[in-house]
């Protein structure tokens, strides 16, 4: 007998399911689902600072580094044996002193998660070795997802390195990076470019798989957000266990945000921690429908009776309007998140807040991250321009400890962050005054220099003695 099933979110319905089954969602009241366990039956470490420690994978496979399954004992859904890896979750939380002194608070206070350190470039590997364990477990053979290009690179890499599953993405045509793009034509994912955006995407990719009886690893999945327990593990195992006052991440389509809050308050309910920080979810201005759906809308969890007709209105105004998502971060660029309801109740949870920042702040914020050396794409910088504004209004202490998520790798999408340092102010208004992006004051310019030793010198030597 397992420990774990699945249960509906809404306290109302509150249905459980075999873990065996596919569900999107609930069948019975259509409410997102969770993976849930009998607490009393698992094996917890008396001490938090034990999790982690106890990989109990069978020797030789990839799971043996996988940072994903040493936390197991946290997400006990399926045996060892079963677990899918391809050595995700090896991530690092990092001293930040020049970003913590962008943000306005104190450096020794201030860490960066670099979650684009793993195998395909962002956070989603940490879901999808729950995802595909689940997707192997009850015997599926293909795979889909509706992606702004982090997570069908995630799925196209395990799929294609567990030699038997087969990958079906959905793309908005034109709204994927680059760098995300190639990894899923590389690693021979069938790419369908669906004409329309994300949201579109994610609408014609939960039909398919109704209708053909594909697994779905959209972060309706709560297998995947299992997965995604482990990044605040590895960020409290950073910490030595000390439990911030602050978590600030990026928000799209809230998968993120809601294993975050399910995480630590499953640690604060089973008494492996004293206390929850709290949680800063961050969209950007051109896609904010969180920041605007709390804020101006007062939507809440109310205790999971959701008022579903403030979603409905919200959504009805922005089709009259014609508005669709637009930000240069593309990977967030997203307006109907599937995870809105489980993202309340973290925000709840954890006595979080939502906000939104500029395309220009998320450059900005993004130049700051890889003064310490280790870049991100612009998604993930709104944490830091998130963490920033909360400062400067005063909501986040000046000597609080803050952790800022930074969910996928600088070279995933070099575009902006080229234009951002290489560009005059005329070009760079040009190509992104559609997002607002007006200057760059915090670029590292190229320095065109004369194929000429002399010339070469010269320039070095100026900036030599600029930098004394
Ligand atoms: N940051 C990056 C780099 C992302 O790729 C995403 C989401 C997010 C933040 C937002 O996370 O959706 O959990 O709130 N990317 C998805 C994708 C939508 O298709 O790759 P979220």
Redesign the pocket.
């Known amino acids: 007998m397992s420990l774990a099933f699945q249960k509906c979110i809404n306290p109302a319905c509150a249905a459980d399911y075999d873990i065996m089954q596919v569900l999107p969602k609930c069948p019975k009241c259509g409410n997102l689902l969770d993976v849930d366990y009998d607490w009393e039956k698992m094996a917890l470490p008396t001490r938090v600072s034990d999790l982690g420690k106890v990989p109990d994978w069978p020797s030789g496979g990839l799971g043996a580094v996988s940072g994903v399954w040493r936390f197991g004992a946290m997400l006990p859904f399926a045996a060892p044996e079963q677990r899918a890896s391809i050595g995700e979750g090896h991530t690092q939380l990092r001293r930040s002193p020049r970003a913590a002194s962008y943000a306005g608070v104190k450096s020794e206070n201030f860490r960066l998660q670099y979650e684009g350190l793993n195998p395909s470039g962002?956070?989603?590997d940490n879901g999808m070795a729950g995802a595909l364990t689940h997707a192997g477990m009850v015997g599926a053979s293909v795979a889909a997802?509706?992606?702004?290009?982090?997570?069908?690179a995630s799925l196209a890499a395990f799929a294609s390195a567990s030699g038997r599953m087969r990958a079906i993405i959905f793309i908005g045509d034109g709204k994927i990076a680059y760098g995300k793009l190639s990894q899923a034509l590389d690693y021979g994912a069938v790419t369908l470019l669906v004409k329309g955006d994300?949201d579109d995407a994610m609408a014609r990719v939960q039909e398919v798989c109704a209708e053909e009886g594909i697994y779905l690893v959209n972060?309706v999945n709560p297998f995947r957000l299992e997965g995604q327990k482990t990044t605040m593990y590895r960020v409290l195992e950073g910490l030595d266990w000390q439990v911030p006052d602050w978590i600030v991440c990026?928000?799209?389509?809230?998968?993120?945000?809601s294993s975050f809050g399910k995480a630590l308050y499953e640690l604060y309910d089973h008494g492996l921690i004293k206390k929850l920080p709290r949680l800063a979810v961050v969209n950007s201005s051109g896609a904010p429908t969180l920041s605007r759906i709390v804020n101006d809308k007062g939507l809440k969890w109310n205790g999971g009776a959701v008022d579903d007709g403030i979603i409905a209105d919200y959504y009805a105004g922005l089709d009259q309007r014609g508005e669709k998502a637009h930000t240069l971060a593309s990977?967030?660029e997203?307006n109907r998140?599937v995870?809105l309801k489980k993202c309340l109740r973290a925000l709840d949870r954890l006595n979080g807040v939502a906000l939104d920042v500029s395309d220009q702040a998320i450059l900005d914020a993004k130049a700051w991250v890889a003064r310490d050396g280790l870049g991100c794409?612009p998604?993930?910088a709104a944490s830091l321009a998130g963490a920033r504004q909360l400062v400067e209004k005063g909501v986040i202490d000046k000597d609080s400890t803050v952790v800022c998520i930074l969910?996928?790798h600088q070279l995933?999408d070099p575009h902006a962050t080229v234009a951002y340092h290489s560009y005059d102010e005329a070009r760079l208004q040009a190509d992104y005054g559609e997002f607002g992006v007006r200057t760059s004051q915090y670029a590292n310019h190229p320095i065109p220099v004369a194929n000429s030793l002399g010339d070469i010198v010269d320039v070095i030597r100026r900036v030599r003695s600029d930098q004394k």
């Open positions: 962002s956070f989603k997802c509706a992606s702004t290009g982090n997570t069908s994300f972060s990026p928000g799209g389509n809230l998968g993120n945000s990977a967030i997203i998140p995870n794409e998604a993930s969910t996928g995933k």
